[in-house]
């Protein structure tokens, strides 16, 4: 265990947070991805790319890392992605109508579609993005997409090669 108190005091330091806030982000990584915890290294990456979500969106360390867990999980992503989702989570809120939560409610719904037809987490964000502009927002943007994918793809509309063309 050595290891892994070795990084929880590192990401405590190095994100201003107490120990047992980054002990308790690293449990409840550790139980939405055990994957994540087969490393000091990848469960701290998380971690603090968790603390840095929750900063940004003003969210709970718990929601935030459920959120980010949830998104990472839908496209199997591993722990070295976690700074990727965040930076694709925090471009789409600066420059969109929907707010980090909303988008990551969205990627409940839509997220594991997405991946199946190899649609970008970065267009993903943008899709979502672009429902926010016409005020659909979260679990509804997520239910609106993942039906208009589907119905695509069971056309055969908007598909070269197997990968799906947002454009």
């Known amino acids: 265990f050595k290891p892994f108190q ?3 005091d590192q990401v405590a330091k190095d994100t201003k947070r107490s120990g047992t806030e980054v002990a308790q982000a ?3 990584i550790a139980g ?4 994540f915890a087969q490393t000091s290294e990848g469960l ?11 900063k940004a969106s003003k969210m709970d360390l718990g929601v935030a890392a459920e959120n ?3 998104i990472m999980n839908q496209f199997s992503f591993s722990a070295d992605k976690a700074d990727r989702t965040i930076n694709a989570l925090a471009a789409g809120q600066a420059v969109g109508a929907a707010n980090i939560t909303q988008t990551a409610e969205a990627f409940t719904v839509f997220g594991a579609i997405a991946s199946g037809a190899n649609i970008t987490l970065e267009q993903s964000v943008g899709l979502i993005q672009t429902l926010g502009k ?3 927002y979260g679990a509804e943007a997520g239910t609106k997409l993942r039906g208009v994918i589907m119905r695509l793809q ?3 509309i908007g598909y070269a090669s197997g990968q799906f063309n947002v454009n």
């Open 134 to 136: 016409y005020s659909l």
């Open 44 to 54: 701290g990456q998380v971690t603090a790319a968790t603390i840095t979500l929750a």
């Open 154 to 156: 069971k056309a055969g």
């Open 26 to 28: 690293f449990e409840k």
């Open 32 to 35: 939405i991805n055990s994957t």
């Open 68 to 70: 980010l867990v949830g």
């Open 6 to 8: 070795d990084k929880i």
